[in-house]
């Protein structure tokens, strides 16, 4: 946005995905909308790559990775591939840390999704977070992963599942607090309190059921 005009361009992903005969799966901008991250695929191949917005081109293409998420601040941003592994890549440097992203115990294993979850802590002295890696596993179930476990590839140690009835079809974690809108094929929104460090499950805090019938 510039004042009160919105201003948009147009990206080639043919020419900026260079040398790959890519389709993109999807894409997430980041939180300065100055970088892109392009989910695409060559046959059965998957790829991420990182696009410098203005000047349209790719700076680094991640094989075999399949999702892409950017830490709200901007200075991370996270890639997996459908076997749960993972990578956390800080923006400045591209400096790399991979770990698992392990399913709860009896749990589809398959990744389908990734975002990024902040724990907010408080008290009247201090206020402390801690970003964890938010996977939908198989169809139905939502796990918290701790990128800081495991050195280098660690366990990826799992906290507090949330299990829906239906299939997921969209995630949107908050960017300043500990809540979490899960919607589903079956039209329900329902939103989530959760704690990973302290509360073992998330907490179902409202569900809105307007919408059955169609996709959220």
């Not at 830490?71 to 592994?85: E, H």
Request: one cysteine or more; glycine letters at 6%; charged letters at 25%.
């Amino acid at each position: 946005t510039e004042g009160n005009r919105i201003l948009w361009r147009q990206l080639d992903l043919d020419s900026s995905v260079t040398n790959i005969a890519a389709k993109p799966s999807y894409a997430r901008l980041s939180p300065d909308g100055k970088h892109l991250l392009v989910s695409h695929r060559a046959g059965n191949e998957y790829s991420v790559a990182l696009i410098d917005v203005e000047g349209s081109k790719k700076l680094v293409d991640w094989k075999a990775m399949q999702y892409a998420s950017w830490q709200p601040t901007g200075a991370a941003f996270a890639v997996a591939d459908s076997q749960g592994n993972a990578k956390i890549i800080q923006r400045s440097d591209l400096a790399e840390k991979a770990f698992k992203l392990n399913a709860s115990a009896g749990e589809q294993s398959d990744v389908r999704r990734i975002e990024w979850f902040q724990e907010v802590l408080s008290d009247e002295n201090r206020k402390q977070s801690k970003w964890y890696l938010l996977a939908q596993h198989g169809l139905k179930n939502l796990t918290f992963h701790d990128p800081e476990a495991g050195e280098p590839i660690g366990d990826g140690k799992a906290f507090s599942d949330i299990k829906m009835d239906s299939n997921i079809t969209s995630v949107a974690c908050s960017p300043v607090d500990n809540t979490i809108a899960v919607g589903t094929q079956s039209g329900n929104l329902t939103t989530w309190f959760a704690s990973p460090s302290i509360d073992e499950r998330a907490r179902e805090l409202f569900s809105i059921g307007a919408h059955r019938g169609s996709v959220v």
